[in-house]
């Protein structure tokens, strides 16, 4: 099978810009979620979506978002970045049940933002 | 909220010395634990997992864990590091109110020959 696939692997934007991060699952996980990564923060949960519903959101502001299509490919967009949204961006997909379901990581988005 | 303290940054050692990474989690509720490793340049792929049953998991490349209910501790181990172990080494628990997990800040392991 194929793993989770990110889309692009490197961004560089300025302030004030927006960008969208895609992630295709391993086919047949219906669950993705999306995780912040920065040296500062370590790993930090932004949202997980479930047959084209979230069903879990971490404590991010309204400017980060996302949405699931249904072929469980998921995106993620930022709006108005910061100089603090730089960072690698992971997605994961699992089966569906997110709390003990093992979670198989993409190789990230490196996002600049300068 | 659940929360995750991986007690170590860095931990450098010899290859073919013995090494321990610590982690511990805030409540003792029923909880899913989990190892993820991430090497250089790469996502974060599962290392090992408790569920339920044995306390004592192990991984297909020698480091095992044990869940130790009363110390709320999941710490890694492996008797003997290999130059391939140099990685980044994050432990996560399920925080089944808010069902999602929650990682350690993560644990650079070094291996110095």
């Known amino acids: 099978k194929a793993g989770v696939t990110q889309t692009p692997r490197y961004l560089i934007k300025t302030r004030g810009q927006q960008v969208t991060l895609s992630c295709s699952p391993i086919s047949g996980h219906r669950s993705v979620s999306w995780y912040q990564q920065t040296p500062g923060q370590g790993l930090q949960f932004l949202f997980e979506?479930?047959?084209?519903?979230?069903?879990n959101k971490g404590n991010f502001p309204g400017r980060f978002s996302g949405r699931q299509f249904s072929n469980s490919r998921s995106e993620m967009n930022v709006s108005t970045l910061e100089l603090g949204d730089s960072a690698l961006y992971l997605c994961?997909?699992?089966?569906?049940?997110?709390?003990?379901?093992?979670?198989?990581f993409g190789p990230g988005t490196r996002l600049t933002v300068l | 909220a659940q929360s995750v303290t991986q007690l170590d940054s860095q931990v450098p050692v010899f290859e073919e010395a013995p090494v321990e990474l610590r982690c511990n989690y805030s409540?003792?509720?029923?909880?899913?634990l989990f190892w993820y490793v991430q090497y250089p340049n790469q996502g974060l792929q599962l290392l090992l997992k408790?569920?339920?049953?044995?306390?004592l998991v192990e991984s297909i490349n020698g480091f095992e864990a044990e869940f130790n209910k009363s110390q709320t501790s999941f710490h890694l181990r492996k008797p003997s590091v290999h130059i391939s172990d140099t990685a980044e080494y994050f432990c996560?628990?399920?925080?089944?109110?808010?069902?999602?997990?929650?990682f350690g800040q993560g644990t650079r392991l070094t291996i110095n020959p």
């Open positions: 408790y569920l339920s049953g044995s306390t």
């Open positions: 996560a628990v399920s925080d089944l109110g808010a069902q999602k997990l929650v």
């Open positions: 409540s003792s509720v029923s909880v899913y």
């Open positions: 979506y479930f047959s084209e519903t979230q069903r």
């Open positions: 994961a997909s699992s089966l569906g049940q997110i709390f003990a379901d093992t979670q198989y």
